[in-house]
């Protein structure tokens, strides 16, 4: 199947550049790349999506070292609304609205100080198309803009600086986000599927600090692969699973130059949990486990991260009794 040789093909080449790609921890904006699921939607129906992201970080490593400093601390919250719409059973359309809360504490022998802030973070909307979608395939692609709607302008309550730029909500920038999904359905048993599911997020420079200062976050790469399986209940179906996800991407660029203390990469193992209603209910939660951590300079990482969310269909497609009823 030419799709699933084009899949493989462009997996190994994203992978062949991993050297060329780095991630802080702590990029600016919301997560996205662990927030950009796509699936299939049925035709006239529109999707709503609620999710709510909790990353605490609390480890600081030095490349791949613990250094075994709790002095700072990092809380990130993060509530992603997204509407999804299915034209037909090829073509459907996404848009994602972050809010965040950030509070960063650090403690020294002067005592303890702390900068947090909050707000709407950048608008993205994704354009998806279904390549396969049959009872053994699935492979669907996505692609489109992120808008810089969140702001870039907060200050520190106490002091009144302008904050780092990881602390914003936005980033300042119009970036480009692509996707690309398959699964293969029953592949040890008829209710045991595999999942693959790759994001690239391509940043361009903004202006800061009215135009003094040209800022750019690295290119993101992010791939989870993993396996679920669906447990039938009476009215409900239960479905563990269980993935692995590997995120890296450049250092970010200031003026030109190499921004201290950004870039990386991260591994992790994601158990979840999706529990769906006959009628498409859907209530998802997962965690991530770091499994391996290697840092440029010296930065905060995640201790623990986890998720929860749910998901309710509406759709807009009328009865074939009442059409017929109808004479429609």
């Known amino acids: 199947m030419r799709y699933l040789d084009f899949l493989l093909i462009f997996i190994l080449l994203l992978l062949s550049q991993a050297q060329l790609f780095a991630q802080a921890c702590c990029t600016g904006g919301a997560p996205i790349s662990t927030n950009l ?19 605490s970080l609390r480890d600081l490593y030095a490349a791949s070292r613990n250094l075994n400093d709790s002095r700072r601390t990092r809380d990130i ?4 609304l997204r509407a999804s719409y299915a034209i037909n059973d ?11 809360w950030q509070e960063q504490a650090v403690r020294s022998d002067f005592g303890r100080s702390k900068q947090s802030t909050e707000g709407f973070g950048d608008l993205v909307i994704l354009a998806q198309r279904s390549l396969i979608n049959n009872h053994k395939h699935q492979l669907l692609i996505a692609a489109g803009p992120k808008f810089p709607t969140g702001s870039i302008s907060k200050k520190d309550d106490e002091f009144g600086i302008l904050l780092a730029p990881d602390l ?3 980033t300042g920038s119009y970036d480009g986000i692509g996707a690309l999904s398959y699964s293969r359905f029953g592949i040890i048993s008829q209710t045991t599927n595999a999942f693959a599911l790759l994001t690239y997020r391509y940043s361009f420079e903004q202006n800061r600090n009215s ?38 991407s450049r250092k970010d660029v200031n003026n030109g130059f190499d ?37 440029v300079g010296t ?10 969310g749910i998901t309710y269909p509406l759709s807009f497609k009328r009865d074939k009794a009442f059409r017929l009823k109808n004479g429609k």
Do not use: C
């Open 299 to 308: 930065q905060l990482v995640t201790s623990h991260k986890w998720q929860i």
């Open 37 to 55: 699921g796509i699936q299939s939607y049925s035709a006239k129906q529109l999707t709503l999506d609620i999710n709510y992201d909790f990353n």
């Open 90 to 100: 090829k073509w459907s359309f996404s848009v994602i609205l972050p809010y965040l």
């Open 168 to 170: 914003q909500p936005g």
């Open 211 to 248: 135009g003094q200062a040209k800022y750019r976050f690295g290119n993101e790469l992010a791939l989870n692969i993993g396996l679920s399986h669906n447990i039938r209940l009476k009215k409900w179906s239960l479905s563990p699973s269980l993935h692995y996800r590997y995120r890296k």
């Open 259 to 295: 921004f201290p203390n950004t870039g990386g990469q991260w591994m992790y193992l994601v158990p979840g949990v999706r529990l769906r209603s006959a009628k498409g209910f859907l209530v998802h939660s997962s965690m991530e486990i770091p499994i391996h951590t290697d840092v």
């Open 77 to 80: 919250k993060s509530l992603f």
